[in-house]
Each structure stands twice: as C-alpha cells, then as structure tokens.
C-alpha cells in the first residue's frame, strides 16, 4: 500500500507560470523527497526535507512540510516545457532507506 | 562515474515462466533496493539488500527473491510469473544501510507478461 496521496492527479500549465503540488502522508517520517520521472523511466532526486524542517529550496524549487498536518507541497517557480513530468513525495519513516511513494501528479507545461 | 545501471531494458515473459533482472550500483555504493512500479501508480518497494543480506522486505511474496554479490550488484527473481507482475522495476542504490543520503535510481526494467 502507498504511504500518501499526492494532489492533484494532474496538472496543466503554460511556460512561466508556477507549478504546485501537494501531498499529504499518514504516519510518522524522518524525511519526505521529492523526485522526478520522464515518460516511466527512472526517478531523478529533486529534494530532500527533514522532519525538523519547515522549508527548503533548490534552484526553482522549494517545498515545505507541515508534519502537524502530514503534508508537503512542491511548488516549481517559471515552469518550463523541460518540466513535463510525473512528480512524486516519498516519505522515510527511519533510517534504513525504504521509500514509500504517492500515486504521482502528472505535470504538463505547455509552450 | 557511472550511475546506476539495470539490464535488461525491456523483457518479455509469459506466465508461468521465470526471469531474472540485475542492477549495478552507483560506483561507492552498497546497499540496494528494488521497487516495483505498476502503470500510473507510484513504485513500491520490494526489498533491499546490504552486506549480501536482505534487511528489508515488502509487502510481495516470495515469488520474488533477490541475491547481492560480493560487488555489491544485485539480482531480482520472479518465479511463477503473473500478469499481475507486469510492471517496471527499478533498482536504487545508496552508500550506508542507515544513513541519510539520497538513493540514485536507475532506468529500470520494463516486464510484460504475456
């Protein structure tokens, strides 16, 4: 079974504009990340944020997590047409590396 | 430095039949993890590997068994194949059993079964 849900299920916008997505996750975690996948390949690791953390940026991304709430939300600044990809949280519960993943939001940015 | 690598790329099986996959880590990292992603879900994890020793395990049975050699690489099996099994499967590696440092994913392996 999958740890969140991610919301939403797709998403579709012009080049520039911003992108948000969230995801919401139901127990306990040591970190959640963000990671990237073209066209059902591999993943790509976007960000890292720990349990003691609010908010965190990289490049045009930043994401915060509100553990009282169990959510995270990644917000992509001036999309590009590059950017068209499947966004998905995973959530580590302890140290030991075993990822549990969201179902993904599917991004468009159309040119 | 060469990433993760997985072969084969794309495989085709039918049920019943028996496959085995492989996954090269990351150069300088020895522990690796297997995860299987169903079309339009998110990947799920199967198990992982450290010291030649699965430590940990997911929710699949045990169909589905792996080995890791003393190069760290690894090898996923699946007997008694199901359609069901029909995924893409993707390896990820990470230096430390415990630590706090990012996983490298591979490209994966796309299975059908016919």
């Known amino acids: 079974s999958q740890q969140g849900e991610e919301d939403p299920q797709a998403l579709s916008i012009q080049e520039g504009e911003n992108a948000t997505m969230n995801c919401s996750y139901k127990t306990s975690i040591n970190n959640l990340q963000w990671y990237r996948q073209n066209s059902g390949r591999g993943l790509v690791h976007l960000i890292l944020?720990?349990?003691?953390?609010r908010e965190k940026h990289s490049g045009r991304l930043r994401v915060t997590l509100d553990t009282s709430k169990k959510s995270s939300s990644l917000l992509i600044t001036a999309s590009r047409a590059a950017d068209t990809a499947s966004y998905f949280c995973?959530?580590?519960?302890?140290?030991?590396?075993?990822?549990?993943f969201g179902a993904g939001t599917i991004l468009r940015v159309k040119s | 430095d060469a990433g993760v690598t997985q072969s084969p790329t794309h495989l085709i099986k039918t049920r019943g039949q028996q496959v085995t996959l492989r996954c090269s880590p990351k150069?300088?990292?020895?522990?690796v993890s297997w995860y299987q992603q169903a079309l339009g879900q998110g990947p799920q994890f199967i198990f992982q590997y450290y010291e030649e020793e699965e430590r940990q395990r997911g929710n699949f049975p045990d169909r589905f068994s792996g080995h890791q050699f003393p190069n760290y690489s690894s090898e996923l099996n699946v007997n008694a194949l199901l359609l069901g099994d029909s995924a893409l499967y993707l390896c990820?590696?990470?230096?430390?059993?415990?630590?706090?440092?990012?996983?490298?994913f591979g490209p994966g392996t796309r299975l059908t079964v016919l």
């Open positions: 944020i720990r349990s003691n953390e």
């Open positions: 995973a959530t580590e519960r302890e140290y030991g590396n075993k990822l549990v």
């Open positions: 990820a590696s990470i230096w430390g059993f415990d630590s706090y440092n990012e996983q490298f």
């Open positions: 150069s300088g990292h020895d522990t």
